[in-house]
């Protein structure tokens, strides 16, 4: 049974973790907001992009460009957005739970953020390349991802791309999710992209447009670029994330930790009563015999 010196020393532990967790939670939350700005702040342009997109394809006519075309599946890329560091409560095991389910030899890994890069190196998967990004990505760190999938898609190395990450919901609400990534074919820009709309209220109120060149030249000088944005989203998406999560984490190991104090408080107080109550008794016996 532990002595109160043990108790009062485990308090004192208890309440230097609080602190710690206290002030954890207070940098994420600081960041938690700038990330969770960056990520809503960016959808608009995004969805913009997709409805610009949707509707010069429209126009195109049988354009073919080398992100569009379409394969048998023998091989397929993955790229994982994942955290830096741990302490994000269920974030990175509710991620990497979703890996199980793609084939290990005809999938190949790419990670952004060093914990999926571990679990693929743990798991004996084939990892290609790893990628670290800012607190604040940028659209460079986006940019550099997206080309080298580009890179191994156009050169045949994989058939398919795919996007593995955590899209903000709310401060505590974070979903896993699969997002097709390459290669961009018409039904996605239609079903994915233009969303409910009908093909030809894409472009809102117009019935036609002039393109210069061509539209096909807009089409193809636009396609890479709408790319690089949507992975910079996903990017924005996953530290806002990450933030929120961490600060909804910590906040709950603090309270958890000044429950744990109350609860020791409570038990040594009752041990040192205990033992007052006994010396007590011990004097009044002593009394008692010497009458």
Known sequence: MPSTRDIRRRIRSVRNTAQITKAMQMVAASKMRKAQQGAVTGRPYADALDRILAGVSQFAGDFTHPLMEQREVRARAVVIVSTDKGLCGTLNSSLLREVAQFDPAATRFIAAGRKGAQYIVRTQRTLVAEFAYHDTPRFAEARAISKLVQDLFCQGEVDQVDLLFTRFV??????????????????????????????????????????????????????????????????????????????????????????????????????????????????ATAAMALE
Do not use: C, W
């Open 170 to 283: 709310s401060t505590v609400a974070q979903r896993p999710t699969l997002r097709p990534f390459l290669p961009v074919d018409e039904k996605r820009l239609i079903e994915l992209i233009g969303g409910r709309r009908e093909p030809d209220k894409l472009m809102k109120g117009a019935t036609e447009f002039l393109f210069e060149p061509s539209a096909a030249q807009v089409f193809g000088a636009l396609l890479p670029h709408y790319l690089n944005f949507e992975m910079f989203q996903v990017l924005l998406e996953s530290k806002a994330s990450e933030h929120s999560a961490r600060m909804v984490a910590m906040k709950n190991a603090t309270d958890n930790a000044h429950q744990l104090i109350k609860d020791l408080t409570l038990h040594y107080n009752k041990m040192r009563q205990a033992a007052i109550t006994n010396e007590l008794l011990e004097i």
